[in-house]
């Protein structure tokens, strides 16, 4: 075989991706595992077996993440690339969704999906989640979690339209699904607001009980984000 012909040959094969870990990597493992860990004690994972769960870390500066779940970690350009880590099946069919949500939102860093069992039941009803729990809406910023639209398992076409229409919104509710929520302080903080958002929804079928949860004052929230912002 000539020089040529070697580097021609050469040219067609793919880059095997490295199995071990950057550093960056190691670390977004590690707090990714920390965030499900956090979501399991609290509860707002599925009721039934480890529950459903993965997670993505965007690489600062670079259109690559990190996704882990179902204890695999690899990391990923925004085109699909496997640069890092060992891919498994169920991390390979959620790439297109989180690539989806880093391309549309710069200010995203961190996003995760679950399928906690009082949002989930909100999305199962086809309806929104309104927040009337104080303490939960000035966290989340906003008064409703809003439901995407119907579409095929892990299609990233409802999640960027609801990013567009509810840009303040840290999630979205997925029809007959779960959720995806997302953050720009770290997977950590996501992971915390979602054990919020379930919480509040949870007191909220308790509320029902007494004849159903209250609207919080129009423009209560308004008024402390502004005030909030300075």
Known sequence: MTTAQALATAAT???????ELSDFAQKSRYEIAEAHRLLKEWG??????????NAAIRVPGEDKFVLGGDGATVLVGFDGTHHEGEMTKGLKEVIGVYSAIFGERADINAALHTHSPYLTAHAIAHKPFEISYWSVAKRAGVEIIPLGDWAPRYAPEPIVKSLRQHPAAPAVLLRNRGLFTWGSKGLLEVAGLLNSLEEAAEIGVYAKLLGGAQSLPAGALDTFLANRKG
Not at 13 to 19: D, E, Q
């Open 13 to 19: 094969v793919s880059v095997l991706p490295r199995k």
């Open 44 to 53: 707002s994972l599925s009721t039934r077996g480890r529950g459903a769960f």
